[in-house]
């Protein structure tokens, strides 16, 4: 999965405090966000979910749930 592929936009989302052994790419598009390990191959295993759903688990997330 790319997300110029997809038209939408990379993010990577990391938080270290040991180091870092890999890194999840995000890729968002209109009503979609993919999500995939990028230490494996592009064609390899993603999670896509709905757009307000990563929205609501990024809240969570953060502690504002």
Do not use: N
Not at 9 to 21: F, L, N, S
Not at 44 to 65: N, Q
């Amino acid at each position: 999965m790319r997300s110029a592929d997809q038209g939408g936009e990379d993010t990577a989302v990391a938080e270290a405090t040991a180091p870092v052994t890999g890194v999840s790419q995000i890729a968002t598009c209109p009503h979609t966000v993919h999500v995939r390990d990028s230490k494996l191959s592009p064609r390899g295993p993603h999670v896509s979910v709905p757009a307000h759903v990563w929205a609501a688990f990024l809240s969570y997330a953060a502690g504002e749930a």
